[in-house]
């Protein structure tokens, strides 16, 4: 009569005893966030040479790995479009922003040839979860078609804006799931202090306590796309206050500091020469206002940072963090764009404009008034921060993100190409606190994904060919591998580039001739090459060429106006190999 007790028991003594293999052999799908900043510099990260405290992020690049060559697409929209879908922006349709400039490559919406993340995963079991900024269509009213928008796209709950920028206190296009709203009217988020990067970061929490609570059987993927750093510089004043007199000594001395601790942290080869200065503090007319304006950019890092932590600090809760990957990019380098620095405006006593309803839904990305009828400041006799200001950092302080390297926003000089890229995941990525300098791009972080979650990228979806993914997994880097591709390729508003093993061909404007640099030698890009290495220049623009053929790219930068004409790329492309 004991005989089915002691069976139990000993079945009970085998599996706590480790010899139920089968069921502990069962490898669980690695959970992955992807986190994606906006308009920061290679420099920025407190890991990557600053001296802005990123305690979180360098954390996690002290418990997993740090690409040094990372790329993405020098742009938000298509940097968005291509890290969603793992193709080159213009095969997604999104080569240029969210307009339609008559070509498949620019209408500036997602096409239906490409399928996001969310969408493959979600063949694999995953739930998908996205917070932040969307900005991958053009239709960004509530009433308009909703085709392209993250529940459209695989995504099973949404939180952020459809848009691409504007206030962090009042944002316009605040959408959740499919349903637009205010942040002063939201029946389910009320802090007491709206702030968008904390809204971004508190609802990344709780779509991750919610998936615990009710779908712990599944895996997740979340991305989580803030809009720090982009202009206005808007960021609460506790924050401020710990960057108060920090950059008085202007961008020569920031500049010579992050490149000192950028060299020791053996990101960049102290062969390598410092890009030249952009501007002259000495020749700044008003450095306290100047410096205030890298004070708030600064705390607004500061502020996306201790958000992550909150995201960390929820899976380390619910015991979530060593099977999940925590990858962080940025969208496209610092922003040179003079946006609100002029012209100077006072403020006023008293509102001077009507108030807008709190229920009304707000558009644009520029603001003129504050709901209180407050005017949007801009220029010098205001300082950055407040709800009422909108302005940007400037050229100045864009040089000094960039740290080493040359140009901005919009270019494909290293400047407007390179982010940092830190990689997390205990039970996946054994190196601690290494780097890697295996040159990389956002298109393969659709290809990890699918590699991770054991999925299928489709051939065809809902009766449409699928254009193949264009990205390398990166799991083999994560372990010190290589990866083979032939090259890297870009093109944002006519600006080109090509990177072939340790050789780059770039080109400012549709116009402009090609420079050659040995990245290897020089990436910092000082010493043009072009003029003695006329062969392979000739090599890779060829390439280039016909990569764009392909791709979607031609013809060069078009307009709305120029669209259905067909333009010369090709003489673009030659150029500089004459």
Known sequence: MNRPCSRIVLLGWLISAGFAAPVQAETKKPNIIVILSDDMGFSDLGCYGGEIQTPVLDRLAAGGVRFSQFYNTARCCPTRASLLTGLYPHQAGVGHMVNDRGHDGYRGDLNQQCVTIAQVLKTAGYRNYIA?????????????PKDNW???????????????????????????????????????????????TDAISDHAVRFLADHKKQNADQPFFMYVAYTAAHWPMHALEEDIAKYQGKYDAGYQATRAARFEKAQKLGLIDPAWKLSPTAENWESVKDKTWESRCMEVYAAMVDRMDQGIGKIVGQLEQQGDLD???????????????????????????????????????????????????????????VMPGPADTFMAYGEGWANASNTPFRMYKHFVHEGGISTPAVAHWPAGIKAKGELRKEPAHLIDIMATCVDLAAAKYPETHDGQTITPMEGKSLVPVFASKPIEREAIYWEHEGNRAVRAGAWKLVAKGKNGPWELYNLEADRTEQNNLAGSERDRVEQLAALWQKWAERAQVLPLDPSPEGAGKKKDAKKAAKKGAE
């Not at 932040?132 to 308009?144: F, N, Q, Y």
């Not at 496209?332 to 108030?355: H, I």
């Open 132 to 144: 932040g900024k969307w900005h991958v269509t053009k239709h960004i009213l509530s009433a308009g």
């Open 150 to 196: 993250p529940l459209q796209r695989g995504f099973d709950r949404y939180y952020g804006t459809i848009i691409g920028g504007g206030t962090y206190y009042d944002p316009a296009g605040l959408t959740r799931d499919n349903t637009m709203l205010t942040a002063g009217t939201d029946p389910d988020y009320r802090p007491a202090r709206y702030y968008y």
């Open 323 to 381: 099977n999940t990957l925590i990858l962080y990019v940025q969208d496209n380098g610092g922003c040179a764009e003079t946006v609100g620095r002029q012209p100077d405006m006072v403020r006023q006593e008293k509102p001077t404009l009507p108030v807008i309803p709190a229920d009304q839904i707000l558009s644009g990305s520029r603001p003129p008034q504050t709901r209180e009828g407050y005017p949007m400041l801009t220029g010098r006799k």
